[in-house]
């Protein structure tokens, strides 16, 4: 049984749920593993991952579909990637973040990256997710998986892997359904309306009780072999989300439509110095109309109003692999182009208002390198990435934009237990289209802005043995032309500031004997700006949550049948950006319950209870970044769910 365990630093706060195992691979990544068997109670990857790594805090959007944040950062400040395709959402309000086109039960693995440490990937400012999906094998096998929860939550899925050595397959289909939460008050989405929006923001009472969402999913691989050491890879994966219900935003997704295809040639063992060549071509789109039907707005037609948007994403990727005696050379080319767009529409009359993004092309290209060199006890690896990026806009001014990331990190194995490990990084990322020229009753967007640039220190310690292992890491953070909101401006509200964000984030576990273990982790940051932006005096930066730990006792009763007891908790959220939306949140506690069951080799089930004592509480804060409902001039908190009760059943053939 793996196990991850805590410190005793942490009464005041508990952690990030041991559901996930975690292998950590080098100063700026965390490997998930088993991301499908582990995500119970839900197929939303931002739950899995705010789960399973410290430096992520999950922004609650919905039932479904929420965002991350890595280090404070989210956006385009952090970079997705699928099976090496580059993913972008459509909505400008988050509604369809990137990891919500890839469900759980799709991946193998997750790689985390903290840190501007990736030059392979456009835009990795600070940090990176890297899914990797199920992979194509010959091996014939098969899982089903059946999830119940409350709420009239559904999950079905299944996988299958089978073929020849020269066509090998993978396939995972999914269908996923929930009424709306309840929160610890009993109220669902609807009820929290009514409490704290005005009457035009709440759902219309033939809409009151309906579905959350609905969401169905279709992975599909082959790898074929074409030569010696030569393979064909095809990959496609469809998304299929209906009705999802946004509460505390003025608009839901009616629909929420997404593609990822990709085709790549793999060529192995060149020579014995050209160890691999591998060309990929990827594409992606979302098709995502957002609408007020649902809400008393739209019982006047002139409020019934739809604003729908589309992005497509198209690269091309070459890397080439080198051993030169005892060094190891990646090379590589990157090409893509972003298109984005939006258009405002009424829903009675089908009249277009105007676009909310003019069609906007963001066209990169870069080349990248990598060099890694291991010795007995020391390693490095040193990146560096060159990009020429031009962003074209047929109303406003075109931009472009050229940058240098580089990076060094660094491993010291001081004994068998023991090791500490550095990193420094700089790398940049562009505006998007939505700061640059999103529309709406005036030009929000503004065309001006320079590109941010990050320079990061990363450092820690590391000890592990048959009873014990512990991580540290520290960070430094220096934002510059970093791009921020001013809610006090009209029209181009964006502005680049200078900025900086530090913390540390910390896990271990403490295994007591052979059945029972301890796990802890914990995660404390701090944003300041340089300077209060014009005609504002606080220097607090937004999306900065507080102190944030979890504690678990696991107790392995029956070999793989395990029980977990889990306390997850959160400092008061009083470190905010007042003059940009942000509001003081209180402190919480939440217990969790869990026992997983290994019938036999073949099947296993899995019982379990969050939030067993039914608290009421809010973790997501309420920066201007996101349109939000308001009464009163605050922002609608959206609270987290009650206590929630579920079931796994998962069958392996």
């Known amino acids: 049984?793996?196990?991850?365990?805590?410190?005793?630093?942490?009464?005041?706060?508990?952690?990030?749920?041991?559901?996930?195992?975690?292998?950590?691979?080098?100063?700026?990544?965390?490997?998930?593993?088993?991301?499908?068997?582990?995500?119970?109670?839900?197929?939303?990857?931002?739950?899995?991952?705010?789960?399973?790594?410290?430096?992520?805090?999950?922004?609650?959007?919905?039932?479904?579909?929420?965002?991350?944040?890595?280090?404070?950062?989210?956006?385009?400040?952090?970079?997705?990637?699928?099976?090496?395709?580059?993913?972008?959402?459509?909505?400008?309000?988050?509604?369809?973040?990137?990891?919500?086109?890839?469900l759980a039960h799709q991946i193998e693995t997750i790689e985390v990256i903290e840190g501007p440490y990736d030059v392979t990937t456009f835009g990795t400012l600070s940090g990176g997710v890297k899914i990797h999906t199920k992979q194509a094998s010959d091996k014939k096998s098969a899982a089903v998986n059946l999830g119940f929860g409350s709420w009239n939550y559904k999950k079905f899925g299944i996988s299958a892997t089978g073929g020849t050595q020269r066509v090998k397959v993978a396939i995972a289909a999914s269908s996923e359904s929930s009424d709306q939460y309840k929160d610890g008050n009993g109220d669902t989405f609807a009820d929290q309306l009514k409490k704290k929006a005005p009457l035009g923001n709440q759902y219309q009472r033939a809409y009151e009780d309906m579905q959350a969402y609905t969401k169905k999913s279709l992975m599909a691989k082959a790898n074929i072999a074409t030569f010696k050491d030569q393979e064909l890879r095809l990959s496609v994966t469809a998304n299929r989300s209906d009705n999802i219900l946004y509460p505390n935003s003025p608009m839901d997704a009616i629909y929420d439509d997404s593609n990822i295809y990709s085709i790549a040639y793999n060529i192995d063992k060149l020579t014995n110095s050209y160890k691999n060549l591998n060309i990929q071509y990827y594409y992606s789109d979302v098709d995502h109309p957002m609408s007020t039907e649902y809400r008393n707005a739209a019982l006047n037609p002139t409020n019934n109003k739809t604003n729908h948007m589309w992005t497509k994403m198209q690269g091309l990727k070459l890397s080439n692999t080198f051993d030169i005696n005892t060094y190891t050379l990646l090379l590589g080319l990157d090409?893509?182009?972003?298109?984005?767009?939006?258009?405002?529409?009424?829903?009675v009359s089908g009249a277009i208002l105007g676009n909310s993004i003019d069609e906007t092309h963001t066209k990169n290209s870069a080349l990248f390198a990598k060099l890694d060199k291991n010795y007995k006890t020391f390693s490095f690896s040193l990146g560096a990435r060159v990009d020429d990026t031009i962003i074209t806009n047929d109303r406003f001014q075109d931009n472009n934009y050229h940058s240098l990331s580089t990076n060094l990190m660094t491993n010291y194995q001081i004994n068998a237990q023991n090791k500490i490990f550095f990193g420094i990084g700089q790398a940049y990322r562009v505006p998007d289209a939505r700061e640059l020229y999103f529309l709406k009753a005036g030009l929000k967007g503004t065309p001006t802005l320079k590109q941010t640039r990050n320079r990061e220190v990363d450092m820690g310690y590391e000890v592990e043995n048959n009873d014990f292992s512990f991580k540290m890491k520290i960070f430094y953070s220096k934002l510059h032309n970093y791009i921020y909101i001013n809610a006090d401006k009209a029209n181009n509200i964006f502005e680049n500031i200078d900025a900086k964000i530090y913390g540390t984030e910390l896990s271990a576990s403490y295994f007591i004997n052979d059945d029972i273990s301890l796990d802890l982790g914990a995660s404390y940051k701090r944003g300041k700006k340089d300077a209060p932006l014009q005609g504002q005096t606080d220097t607090d930066l937004a999306d900065i949550a507080p102190l944030r730990a979890n504690a678990a006792l696991n107790y392995e009763y029956?070999?793989?049948?395990?029980?977990?007891l889990e306390v997850v908790a959160s400092d008061r959220w009083d470190t905010i950006d007042s003059d940009n939306g942000e509001q003081v949140l209180a402190g919480w506690a939440v217990l969790n319950a869990k026992i997983k069951h290994a019938v036999n080799k073949s099947f296993d089930f899995t019982l379990g209870v969050n939030n067993l004592f039914d608290k009421t509480y809010a973790k997501s804060n309420t920066y201007i970044d996101l349109t939000l409902v308001t009464a009163g001039g605050e922002a609608m908190l959206l609270n987290e769910p009650g206590r929630y009760i579920y079931t796994n059943l998962d069958f392996k053939f």
Request: aromatic share 4%; hydrophobic share 40%.
């Open 1 to 102: 049984m793996k196990k991850i365990i805590p410190l005793s630093l942490l009464t005041i706060a508990s952690m990030y749920a041991s559901d996930v195992t975690l292998d950590p691979i080098t100063i700026e990544s965390t490997l998930i593993t088993d991301v499908a068997q582990k995500a119970q109670t839900s197929a939303d990857v931002a739950v899995a991952l705010e789960n399973a790594v410290p430096s992520i805090d999950m922004s609650r959007r919905s039932g479904i579909a929420n965002d991350i944040f890595i280090r404070g950062q989210k956006r385009d400040n952090i970079t997705v990637t699928a099976d090496g395709t580059k993913v972008y959402g459509a909505c400008p309000n988050r509604m369809d973040p990137p990891v919500s086109h890839i």
């Open 335 to 347: 090409g893509s182009n972003r298109m984005w767009k939006g258009e405002y529409s009424n829903n």
């Open 558 to 564: 029956a070999n793989n049948s395990i029980a977990s």
